[in-house]
């Protein structure tokens, strides 16, 4: 249901609104900007209709945090004729998709919750087309993997599933990222030589250059998925992956979850190493706490709560499998074709 949502401190003025509008439209009211976005928090709306001049929080201020809350809402704001100034730079800034002045004729702001309305599903279409697109692109590029380096595909499995549930203890929003950036964390192994992933999986020591081989898959997956749409954040959590825990002090909304989205591949891949050399759970985890200071401490506290509500002997789940020759033939050559074009970037570079 695409729902309109209309916001005064005059709670009068809004049901006056829902009077006129009820007939044509699914409308709801509230009686301010703290109200509202409490509203928008449980719930979805098409359009936010604001006044302008309301106490505690402007229409302008309400309207930028709806946008920054709930980007697929559409903003319509309502001023009077003395804040046409305030009005205009609003719309020019992105925040607002409309204004009017009040008072609104009827056949106005009709035309215009019907263009918002427009607007809303044209949004939702993009958003859904690009999801899909999104979507298919992990999934060939997950299948690449699968066919190119089967061990790092299972691994990539494994890590999904750690960091699902750890970023389910702690309640974190925005869950697909972390999901993405697992299964996508060891795209960029197409790049290394499967004897030294043989020998990182197995706990063998590494040379010098062998290790350097190794780390560089973080990077090259960063490489491969930092132009697709959607997934820059991705590509810096994929690129970090190997990094150790330095602190969350002075992290911006977006560098924080970057940062927090490294940490969750981390310690979920110090732990899938560690249980694959066969140690059990509980002794990976001390053997983790040992080296407390490498993980972000939340996310290692939130992992051993997994652990201990994990009934004793269950089942590790486990997907792996060797790819037919079909796929070996059909995705060797697009992976070899992604390699040369990295070596061609880092030439240029």
Not at 20 to 25: E, F, G, T, V
Not at 143 to 149: K, S, Y
Not at 226 to 252: K, T, W, Y
Not at 341 to 347: G, T
Request: hydrophobic fraction near 45%; glycine fraction near 6%; proline fraction near 4%.
């Amino acid at each position: 249901m695409e729902t309109i949502l209309l916001v005064d401190d005059d709670i009068r003025v809004v049901s006056a609104l829902q009077r006129r509008l009820y007939k044509s439209y699914p409308v709801e009211i509230a009686g301010g900007a703290a109200e509202a976005l409490e509203a928008i928090a449980g719930a979805s709306y098409a359009v936010v209709v604001s006044d302008l001049q309301m106490p505690g929080m402007n229409g302008i201020e309400f309207l930028s945090r709806v946008k920054e809350t709930s980007p697929e809402t559409v903003r319509v704001l309502l001023t009077g004729q003395a804040d046409l100034v305030a009005a205009i730079a609003a719309v020019n800034e992105g925040s607002v998709f409309r204004f009017l002045t009040k008072p609104c004729p009827d056949e106005l702001l009709t035309k215009t919750l019907d263009a918002a309305l427009d607007q809303h599903r044209l949004i939702i279409g993009e958003r859904d087309v690009l999801q899909e697109t999104l979507m298919s692109t992990v999934g060939v590029l997950v299948e690449i993997l699968a066919a190119i380096q089967p061990a790092a595909f299972g691994r990539a499995w494994r890590v999904r599933r750690h960091v699902r549930t750890v970023a389910q203890e702690m309640k974190l929003g925005d869950l697909w990222q972390f999901e993405v950036a697992a299964m996508l964390s060891q795209i960029g192994c197409i790049s290394i030589d499967p004897d030294v992933l043989r020998k990182y999986d197995a706990g063998e020591q590494l040379s010098a250059a062998e290790a350097d081989q190794l780390l560089s898959h973080a990077r090259v997956g960063r490489t491969l998925l930092e132009q697709i749409p959607r997934l820059h954040s991705v590509s810096q959590m994929i690129d970090r992956q190997h990094h150790a825990f330095n602190g969350n002090d002075g992290f911006q909304p977006g560098t924080y979850m970057v940062a927090l989205g490294a940490q969750l591949l981390h310690a979920a891949l110090d732990f899938d190493r560690l249980t694959g050399m066969g140690h059990s759970a509980e002794d990976a985890l001390i053997e983790m706490r040992r080296n407390a200071p490498q993980y972000d401490p939340d996310v290692l506290a939130a992992m051993e709560r997994v652990q201990r509500e994990t009934e004793p002997g269950a089942p590790t789940e486990v997907r792996h499998r060797e790819p037919t020759e079909v796929e070996r033939q059909l995705f060797r050559p697009i992976a070899q074709q992604v390699l040369r074009s990295l070596k061609e970037r880092q030439a240029i570079h």
